[in-house]
């Protein structure tokens, strides 16, 4: 049996039997010290071997291709990353390639992206339904209010805390008291109100003021508003200032 001469990693001379080199590559490329693995990623930087998109249903194909060399033959048993270029062995099975570093920063941006949420049952919907009605009825609040924003964010606050805590949180120390609350209206008012002072001065084409009004269905009441409109980093802002009750007799007030 023949035998060659190959520079392992330390750069020592040693000598392997023809065939234990991979038919795939040339029997003269550099082998790592991992189980054997042939130094492909510098043949993919300098485009001797070309990577090429493989179909599948596991996530890893959207991270590793298959490798091509010179003769347009696919190297067999061996996928590259896409993005570091590393090479792993691979025969029918993705267990190995899911715990590579570029496939596990990409399933968390994925998942930041694309959360999976865990389906509730319709025991858990139905008891959260009653729980909404009771809300509403007692408090005399609107079904609408389950469409604000502002209660969605606090809900997925609040499920934030129960995955941390469970239930062993008083609720008397998750829901703030209106105290609390009435100073940070304060206090987010104030700052925000300073912020859009700084961008009407640095709003170098000036600012246009509108007014707009209006009849609240709910309270009847006439309303009016004034916002104002400026230019900043080339796109149209426009900031709602102030919102004004008017008097009750406005009759030329049309809904």
Known sequence: ???????????????????????SFESTMNVSANDGMPDFKSKIISGQIQLREKRGRSR???IFATMIDENGDEIENFVACRNCFSSYKFVNSTSNLV???????????ENQRNPQYVPLSFEIKDKLSDAVVQWLVKNGRSCNILQDSGLKDFVRILLTIGADFGENVNME????NPATIAVTIKELYEERRQAIIAELGNAKNGYSITTAIWVDNCLKQPLASVTVHYIQQSAMVSRLLAVYPLARDANTVEE
């Open 1 to 23: 049996m023949d035998m060659i001469d190959i520079k392992n990693e330390s750069g020592f001379q040693e000598q392997i039997s023809e065939s234990e080199c991979p038919s």
């Open 60 to 62: 890893a194909w959207n």
């Open 99 to 109: 715990k590579h570093k570029c496939f596990l920063q990409y399933e968390a941006k």
């Open 173 to 176: 120390d998750v829901i703030p």
